[in-house]
């Protein structure tokens, strides 16, 4: 079964976000600033993207997708899933103060909150991508949930 529209596009979107994310930080490290600054931006974007799309599918979808795949596969997944959740609740926030630095050029603080900002948000939308991967491509958690069985 093909998964669903919006789980794609927030899969897609956080994928995004990861890539711009990757490409700012070697931007960064060769010099290239304006260069940075508008990746860092995008991956702002794509963030906020992921979320409107996200918070939309779930206000207008009543199915609840719950973990479908092999028993040993349950605490594992329910781990990556609580630390992306959590880190997810404190990403906007990191990257917000973390833009706004840059943007004011107080370099100083920027590359500080940035050394924590960059891996927690990398984290966020790789993770964003393997939960996709585990509940609609490794699993058929996506499919019982679209016929029923999510509740």
């Known amino acids: 079964m093909t998964p669903p529209f919006h789980p794609t596009l927030n899969a897609a979107l956080n994928a995004l976000s990861a890539a711009l994310l990757l490409a700012g930080f070697t931007l960064i ?9 508008r990746c860092m931006q995008g991956a702002f974007l794509a963030s ?7 918070l939309a599918y779930h206000a207008t979808n009543e199915a609840l997708v719950r ?8 605490t594992p997944y ?13 990403v906007p ?4 103060r973390t833009l706004w ?10 590359r500080r909150l940035a050394r924590i900002t960059l891996p927690l948000w990398l ?13 609609y491509v490794f699993t058929d958690s996506g499919a019982r949930a679209l016929a029923g069985g999510g509740r």
């Open 67 to 74: 973990y479908a795949g092999p028993e040993w596969g349950r």
């Open 101 to 110: 630095l840059g943007w004011k050029d107080r370099r100083r603080r920027h």
């Open 29 to 37: 490290r060769r010099g290239r600033e304006r260069a940075h600054a």
């Open 48 to 54: 906020v993207a992921f979320l409107v799309s996200y």
């Open 78 to 90: 329910l781990a990556l899933l609580l630390s992306h959740t959590v880190l997810a609740a404190l």
């Open 93 to 96: 926030i990191l990257a917000l």
């Open 123 to 135: 984290y966020v939308s790789a993770t964003g991508v393997l939960v996709y991967l585990v509940l």
